[in-house]
T-cell receptor, first 115, second 117 residues
């Protein structure tokens, strides 16, 4: 069974700092990995999706990398801003062996960017 | 604008009552999902549907029921059999469920918060 871990559970940084959020998964046989952002009391917004054949994806100040062999992904945020404050979740898609793909989420990292 | 609409945003229920959460999408997506989110926990899959008139149980389906009579709609009923229904419920959709690029990128609704009194 796939397990997804995000450490730390919470992170506080001063505005302008570059930061890295971590996501690890136990079974490296994944098909893709997706990073989401969730604001308090809101739904999830997709940030980046990395296919298993890719090493990284970039969108603006965000860069996500994937190392399947070590079971790790990182989300790099450059020049952090107070508006980046949110909970960031990663999710991995894997073959369940029961006729379908499954998506397993981590518990998220709550990011606070201090002005 | 295309998206997913969940209603109501907040719902209060007395013990023993069934309640239905609405989820509507205008993205022309084939697949729809219901997740439950509890504080400090990751999202857990309740039910999913890959196509109209078909749905499958997720990891925590007990006490819940769904229907998929139309492509756009995937309502979730929280029955009285659900022992601990107070939670934040999220509906999502994706173009498909395959692994081709973009097929399974999830789009989420804004969520519905259910509180049992």
């Amino acid at each position: 069974k796939q397990e997804v871990t995000q450490i730390p559970a919470a992170l506080s940084v001063p505005e302008g700092e570059n930061l890295v959020l971590n996501c690890s998964f136990t079974d490296s046989a994944i098909y893709n990995l997706q990073w989401f952002r969730q604001d308090p009391g809101k739904g999830l917004t997709s940030l980046l999706l990395i296919q298993s054949s890719q090493r990284e994806q970039t969108s603006g100040r965000l860069n996500a990398s994937l190392d399947k062999s070590s079971g790790r992904s990182t989300l790099y945020i450059a020049a952090s801003q107070p508006g980046d404050s949110a909970t960031y979740l990663c999710a991995v898609r894997w073959w369940s062996g029961a006729g379908s793909y499954q998506l397993t989420f981590g518990k998220g990292t709550k990011l606070s960017v201090i002005p | 604008d295309g998206g997913i609409t969940q209603s109501p945003k907040y719902l209060f229920r007395k013990e023993g009552q069934n309640v239905t959460l609405s989820c509507e999408q205008n993205l022309n997506h084939d697949a729809m999902y219901w997740y439950r989110q509890d504080p400090g926990q990751g999202l857990r899959l309740i039910y999913y549907s890959q196509i109209v008139n078909d749905f499958q149980k997720g990891d925590i389906a007990e006490g819940y029921s769904v229907s998929r009579e139309k492509k756009e709609s995937f309502p979730l009923t929280v029955t009285s059999a659900q022992k601990n229904p107070t939670a934040f419920y999220l509906c999502a959709s994706s173009p498909g469920t395959g692994v081709s690029s973009g097929a399974n990128v999830l789009t989420f609704g804004a969520g519905s918060r259910l509180t049992v009194l």
